[in-house]
C-alpha cells in the first residue's frame, strides 16, 4: 500500500508528466453531415489527400498539435486531426468511460468514410486510444504510431512497478483534482507544468492558450480513466505493425536514464505482435513539437515499408 505522501508526489508528478493540452480553436470538418452517418463527438480537421492518416493528440490538446507533422505528410496522405470530446473547445460528452465511447465512434468514423488501413497516430492520453482502437477493432487500423505513450501509462509516468490498483486510486485523487479547475487555474497549472514538456516558449503559449478552453471535468475523467487501464496484455491482439516514439530527456531529474527508459517500454510492449521503439534524447514530452524533423524520419522510414 502507498504511502498518503507518496500517492500526493505521484500524482502531483503524474499532472507534470501527462497534462498536454494546445492550440487554437478547431474548425472541424463536417464529414459526419453525409446522409446516413452518425456525428461523432470528436471534431475532425481533413487535408492533404492519400492513404489516410488519423493523428489524436493528448489531454488538453486540439488536433492543431499535428499542425506541423500534417505539413509534412499531407502530398502523401489523407490527415484527419482530431479533437476529442471536451477536448480545446470541442462540446464534452457524459459518460463514465469517454475513451471507450471515442474508440467506437473513431471505428465507426473510419468504417463509414471507408478509409481503408489508416495511420493511427497518437500522443500520449492520443496514443492509449490508438492502442486501444487496435485491440478492440484489429482489422481496422494498417500501423500504429505511438508517441510517448504506452499500454500502462501509470508505469510510464511514475512507476513500473506500481499496482494497478494503486494507480487506480492515484487516478481518483487525480480526477477529483481537477474536475472543478476554473479556466485560471488550468491556466496557473499549465504555466508550471508545460516547460517541463515543450521546450520553445512559443508552443508553451499556444498550449496553455488552448488548455483553458477544454473542460475540466472531462480531462479529470479522463485521467482516471488512464490510471484504471492496463493492456500491456491485450496488446497481443493488435495485428498490425506498430512504431513507438519514446522521449526521456525531461526526466532526468526523476533519475531516468536512457536504459532504463528503453527497458520500461520494452516490457511494455513486451506482448506486441510487431514493434519498433525509437528513443529520441533531446525532446521533451511533445516531440512533435521539439524534435519535429526526427519524429518525421522515424514515420518517413516506418511508413515506407507498411
Known amino acids: 500500500m502507498l504511502r498518503v505522501k507518496k500517492i500526493t508526489d505521484f500524482a502531483g508528478?503524474?499532472?507534470?508528466?501527462?497534462?498536454?493540452?494546445?492550440?487554437?480553436?478547431?474548425?472541424?470538418?463536417?464529414?459526419?453531415?453525409?446522409?446516413?452517418?452518425?456525428?461523432?463527438?470528436?471534431?475532425?480537421?481533413?487535408?492533404?489527400?492519400?492513404?489516410?492518416?488519423?493523428?489524436?493528440?493528448?489531454?488538453?490538446?486540439?488536433?492543431h498539435v499535428w499542425d506541423e507533422t500534417v505539413a509534412h505528410f499531407k502530398d502523401q496522405f489523407t490527415c484527419y486531426a482530431i479533437t476529442l470530446p471536451g477536448f480545446a473547445g470541442q462540446p464534452p460528452i457524459t459518460s463514465d468511460s469517454v475513451l471507450t465511447v471515442v474508440v467506437r465512434q473513431l471505428a465507426d468514423f473510419i468504417r463509414q468514410n471507408k478509409l481503408?488501413?489508416?495511420?493511427?497516430?497518437?500522443?500520449s492520453l492520443g496514443g492509449s486510444v490508438a492502442l486501444q482502437l487496435g485491440i478492440m477493432y484489429p482489422t481496422i487500423p494498417g500501423a500504429l504510431v505511438i508517441i510517448s505513450s504506452a499500454p500502462y501509462l501509470p508505469g510510464l509516468a511514475m512507476s513500473p512497478d506500481i499496482t494497478v490498483d494503486s494507480a487506480a486510486k492515484i487516478g481518483i485523487l487525480i480526477k477529483n483534482g481537477m474536475k472543478n479547475m476554473t479556466p485560471a487555474q488550468i491556466g496557473q497549472s499549465q504555466k508550471y507544468s508545460l516547460p517541463m514538456m515543450i521546450k520553445d516558449s512559443a508552443k508553451i503559449a499556444l498550449v496553455m492558450d488552448m488548455a483553458v478552453h477544454s473542460d475540466a471535468y472531462t480531462q479529470g475523467e479522463v485521467m482516471a480513466e488512464l490510471f484504471r487501464t492496463d493492456a500491456r496484455r491485450d496488446i497481443?491482439?493488435?495485428?498490425?505493425p506498430v512504431l513507438v516514439l519514446a522521449d526521456w530527456s525531461s526526466y532526468k531529474k526523476y533519475g531516468a536514464t536512457r536504459e532504463s527508459v528503453m527497458k520500461n517500454y520494452t516490457?511494455?510492449?513486451?506482448?506486441?505482435?510487431?514493434?519498433?521503439?525509437?528513443?529520441?534524447?533531446?525532446?521533451?514530452?511533445?516531440?512533435?513539437?521539439?524534435?519535429?524533423?526526427?519524429?518525421?524520419?522515424?514515420?518517413d522510414h516506418f511508413l515506407a515499408h507498411q
Open 13 to 63: 508528478r503524474t499532472l507534470v508528466v501527462l497534462s498536454i493540452m494546445i492550440v487554437c480553436s478547431l474548425v472541424s470538418t463536417s464529414l459526419w453531415a453525409q446522409k446516413g452517418m452518425a456525428h461523432p463527438s470528436f471534431g475532425v480537421q481533413k487535408s492533404g489527400s492519400g492513404r489516410p492518416m488519423i493523428l489524436i493528440p493528448g489531454l488538453f490538446c486540439s488536433g
Open 236 to 240: 497481443k491482439n493488435i495485428q498490425c
Open 116 to 123: 481503408e488501413s489508416p495511420i493511427i497516430v497518437g500522443h
Open 267 to 299: 516490457a511494455q510492449f513486451g506482448q506486441a505482435r510487431r514493434v519498433t521503439i525509437a528513443i529520441n534524447d533531446s525532446s521533451y514530452h511533445f516531440i512533435m513539437y521539439d524534435e519535429p524533423l526526427w519524429l518525421q524520419d522515424q514515420m
